[in-house]
């Protein structure tokens, strides 16, 4: 168990739709990270947080959208999804924001259909 | 240009034995680390082991080291005494000090243990 929470663990919706998924980070951790694993595009890094601020971004489409809450946890906001949108998503944290480990969280599986 | 390569897309290994998993990496900055994560079929990422650019000795954690030849940029994962739980997919990832925070991944190893 690396201490990252992530909610739900599956979700499953229709294109158009959009869902939000949460991520509380290790207790102590500043920084929040966002990946997405998808069968063609592998892990890419979404966008990152330290502290409540947006410190990084990534590929992240602009359909979607983070943010960082003043008690640390984090969401992923995706809207009007495509196909192409489900994936796994992982939310991960570090203490830091120099070359720190990454613990991840189980993830969340996104179905679209 | 791919930063991290990973080319074996699948290894077999016995049970009780060593395996080496390769990684290639590719950064014109001098400051960076490079880790090890492994994927088990569950589906979640487990950090396994770092290894920072300016460590003059090569990483370990328990059953596991890296064999980081700087010059060659290669950081190899080895396993030893290799056990069935060791199944999974294995992913090297790099992440360079004067560049987002992101970590770079490669394309994975899946490690196969066979009795």
Known sequence: DSGVTQTPKHLITATGQRVTLRCSPRSGDLSVYWYQQSLDQGLQFLIQYYNGEERAKGNILERFSAQQFPDLHSELNLSSLELGDSALYFCASSVGEGIYEQYFGPGTRLTVT | ?115
Not at chain 2, 16 to 23: I, Q, R
Not at chain 2, 37 to 42: D, E, G, I, V
């Open chain 2, 1 to 115: 240009a791919q930063k991290i390569t990973q080319t074996q897309p699948g290894m077999f290994v016995q049970e009780k034995e060593a395996v080496t998993l390769d990684c290639t990496y590719d950064t014109s900055d001098p400051s960076y680390g490079l880790f090890w994560y492994k994927q088990p079929s569950s589906g979640e990422m487990i950090f396994l082991i770092y290894q920072g650019s300016y460590d003059q000795q090569n990483a370990t954690e328990g059953r596991y080291s890296l064999n980081f030849q700087k010059a060659r940029k290669s950081a190899n994962l080895v396993i030893s005494a290799s056990q069935l739980g060791d199944s999974a997919m294995y992913f090297c990832a790099m992440r360079e000090y004067g560049t987002a925070s992101k970590l770079t991944f490669g394309t994975g190893t899946r490690l196969q243990v066979t009795l």
